[in-house]
């Protein structure tokens, strides 16, 4: 059973900036596409970023280009999201999410079977 847990998340001032982890266990990360999405309270789950196990080609959502930067540790099974000049309408509960069913990564949650339990992120003075 493919699990995913996501870490890293908190309290961050604006302009600070976080690292997010997801972590997988009983299958090989680097065979998946992985996404991070994010849902904030009251909206719709959006697609942040994700990384494509074919050829480590990146999306980012127009919001996040610039600030965050997706990658992955092979060796450590683990695929990260640095988040950087955080804004307050970051806030949200992140989750990230993976398949193996597409040749690139792709912000939709629709092509997404496998989702860890989601970590919060608050940034606010």
């Known amino acids: 059973q493919v699990q995913l847990v996501e870490s890293g998340g908190g309290l961050v001032q604006p302009g600070g900036s976080l690292r997010l982890s997801c972590a997988a266990s009983?299958?090989?990360?680097?065979?998946?596409?992985i996404g991070w999405f994010r849902q904030a309270p009251g909206k719709e789950r959006e697609g942040v970023s994700c990384i494509s196990s074919s050829d480590g080609s990146t999306y980012y959502a127009d919001s996040v280009k610039g600030r965050f930067t997706i990658s992955r540790d092979n060796a450590k099974n683990t695929v990260y999201l640095q988040m950087d000049s955080l804004k307050p309408e970051d806030t949200a509960v992140y989750y990230c999410?993976?398949?193996?069913?597409?040749?690139?990564?792709?912000?939709?949650?629709?092509?997404?079977?496998?989702w860890g339990q989601g970590t919060q992120v608050t940034v606010s003075s």
């Open positions: 999410a993976a398949n193996n069913h597409y040749y690139y990564c792709s912000g939709s949650s629709y092509e997404y079977n496998d």
């Open positions: 009983a299958f090989t990360l680097d065979y998946y596409n």
